[in-house]
């Protein structure tokens, strides 16, 4: 069965987000999908306020709505949703994944695809990555090692029962066969980021991503097939 045809999203959602500029919601361009814009000066996004984050972050609005709800909720159980990564431009997704192309213990692979397909293990290629939308958001540590310990375990467990209630769902989670690995930290508000993600498939083309190190592997590796659309599609 086609990926799109499991995804149902209702019209008046459709419409709200595409033709509602009231509502606040950015316009679906193919700007947006790869991020090629100033999220800080896009109405649309909001700063976190310092008390859900220490670092600088922004989401969208509508996004972020959500996430103090679900914060709200998380905490009077003992759980602190504390945001480490939020939107990403274009820019800021090549400055992560320079630094890891170019670090000393990729050298060895000489091959662009090996060494592609290496860092997306983890990293996604710029104007690839759903950090570009507003959507995705990565709680409190982003490693395998944290959701091992007893404060990882709780969080998690909290966030398979609750986060869906608050319009949030795990797109990297385990049983994938292609994909990223399993990001426990990383949650996306799915009424939006549905949308995106079949616009992405419309609108985006390999022409498209570009202009980083190592972008002529993403072709060759099908990365749109192989990362972009291998998520997880259900909230439950």
């Given at each position: ?6 995804i149902?999203?209702p ?6 987000t ?5 509502s ?25 306020d ?10 969208q ?45 990729f ?15 983890w ?17 409190s ?20 029962t609750?986060?869906c209630k ?7 989670n ?11 930290w ?11 993600l ?11 991503i ?15 097939k ?5 998520v997880?599609t259900?909230?439950?």
């Amino acid at each position: 069965m086609n990926l799109f045809a499991r995804i149902f999203i209702p019209v008046s959602l459709i419409f709200a987000t595409f033709f509602e500029n009231a509502s606040g919601q950015p316009k679906v361009t193919k700007a947006f999908l790869t991020g090629h814009f100033d999220y800080s000066k896009d109405t649309a996004f909001v700063k976190v306020d310092g008390k859900y984050s220490e670092r600088v972050i922004y989401l969208q609005k509508t996004v972020y709505k959500a996430y103090i709800k679900m914060h709200a909720a998380a905490l009077k159980d003992g759980i602190n949703l504390n945001i480490i990564s939020g939107t990403r431009s274009f820019t800021d997704q090549c400055c992560k994944w320079g630094s890891e192309w170019n670090s000393p213990k990729f050298l060895n692979l000489t091959n662009v695809n090996e060494r592609a397909e290496t860092l997306l293990r983890w990293w996604s290629m710029p104007g690839t990555s759903r950090h570009h939308w507003g959507t995705d958001i990565d709680f409190s540590n982003m490693t395998v090692a944290y959701f091992k310990t007893s404060a990882g375990k709780k969080m998690y467990a909290w966030l398979i029962t609750n986060a869906c209630k608050y319009g949030f769902y795990q797109p990297f989670n385990a049983g994938r066969a292609t994909g990223y690995q399993e990001e426990k930290w990383h949650w996306s508000y799915m009424p939006l980021s549905k949308i995106y993600l079949r616009e992405y498939v419309r609108q985006v083309a390999y022409a498209d991503i570009n202009g980083f190190t190592g972008c002529s592997a993403a072709k060759q590796i099908d990365v749109i097939k192989n990362r972009v659309l291998a998520v997880n599609t259900q909230c439950k």
